[in-house]
């Protein structure tokens, strides 16, 4: 996975169980704890490609771990971006309160 993605390190769980490949900055990277798999990518990255990114990134774990099917799998898509009046777009935006 290295040679196609700029991870700096690979930290493996105390457990055993469980890896995280450390990207450039703490935006990127990749948690393999099954059944988790989560990519973290800049929000630079189109729906499209943050999207071709994991499934290559699967491929590639899959093929080096074993397995060729997933199965219970739920993909999501989550987005961290500033807002400038955090407080209040969390409680009137979001939440609704007057």
């Known amino acids: 996975m290295i040679a196609d993605y700029p991870y700096s390190a690979l930290q493996l769980a105390p457990s055993g169980l469980g890896a995280n490949f450390v990207g450039e900055n703490p ?13 973290r990518a800049p929000i630079s990255l189109t729906a499209q490609q943050a999207a071709d990114k994991a499934e290559r990134i699967l491929r590639i774990t899959g093929r080096h771990l074993g397995f060729t099917q997933g199965y219970n799998m739920g993909i999501g898509d989550m987005y961290h971006a500033p807002v400038s009046d955090g407080f209040d777009f969390t409680r009137w935006r979001i939440l609704g309160q007057a």
């Open 27 to 39: 935006q990127e990277g990749v948690t393999l704890q099954p059944p988790l798999f989560q990519v």
